[in-house]
């Protein structure tokens, strides 16, 4: 069963009580719950971490392959638009990564739009709400099935 790492940065703790009209009122661990069931449908296994520090999960990126990754679902929240650090991290981690977002970052404000860390990733998924996560739960699916 291969282990999927799922990263989900600042402030996504707040899901469910933060800015509902943008990003819904489901929380963090219904995500998380949902993701789960949906891997273990299609044998995978996740692990979930949150961070409102860009060192840990720059830390947490680098320790992935060690820790027997095999792929990384990122949702960066602020830290797409200006972490060179997380996105270095996903490069030099070489693991596929899939950037996620509740929202579409390209319809919200114009500092939004620019990720840096999708260059690196294999794909974004954004706009969906829950449902980008579950989305990327079947794409990581597909992409290491044709591994």
Same mark, same amino acid.
């Given at each position: 069963? =291969?282990?999927?790492?799922?990263?989900h940065?600042?402030?996504?703790?707040?899901?469910? *009580?933060? @800015?509902? +009209?943008?990003?819904? &009122?489901?929380?963090i661990?219904?995500? +998380? %719950?949902?993701? !789960?069931?949906?891997? %273990?449908?299609?044998?995978?296994?996740?692990?979930?971490?949150?961070?409102?520090?860009?060192?840990?999960?720059?830390?947490?990126?680098?320790?992935? +392959? &060690?820790?027997?990754? &095999?792929?990384?679902?990122?949702? /960066?929240?602020?830290?797409? *638009?200006?972490?060179?650090?997380? #996105? =270095?991290?996903?490069?030099?981690?070489s693991?596929? !990564?899939?950037?996620? *977002?509740?929202?579409?970052?390209?319809? #919200?404000?114009?500092? #939004? *739009?620019?990720?840096?860390? !999708? /260059?690196?990733?294999?794909?974004?998924?954004?706009?969906?709400? %829950?449902?980008?996560?579950?989305?990327?739960?079947?794409?990581?699916? @597909?992409?290491? %099935?044709? &591994?």
């Amino acid at each position: 069963m =291969d282990k999927i790492l799922v990263i989900h940065g600042p402030n996504l703790n707040l899901l469910g *009580h933060r @800015e509902v +009209n943008i990003y819904g &009122k489901v929380t963090i661990d219904q995500i +998380n %719950k949902e993701m !789960a069931s949906q891997a %273990k449908m299609l044998g995978l296994s996740i692990s979930t971490f949150q961070s409102n520090h860009e060192g840990e999960i720059v830390d947490k990126i680098g320790s992935a +392959n &060690k820790e027997g990754y &095999k792929a990384i679902l990122i949702n /960066p929240a602020a830290y797409t *638009h200006t972490s060179v650090a997380v #996105r =270095d991290a996903i490069s030099a981690s070489s693991l596929p !990564a899939i950037e996620i *977002h509740l929202s579409n970052i390209y319809a #919200r404000e114009e500092f #939004r *739009h620019t990720s840096l860390t !999708a /260059p690196v990733a294999i794909g974004q998924i954004s706009g969906f709400g %829950k449902n980008s996560y579950i989305l990327a739960v079947n794409a990581i699916a @597909e992409y290491l %099935k044709g &591994k």
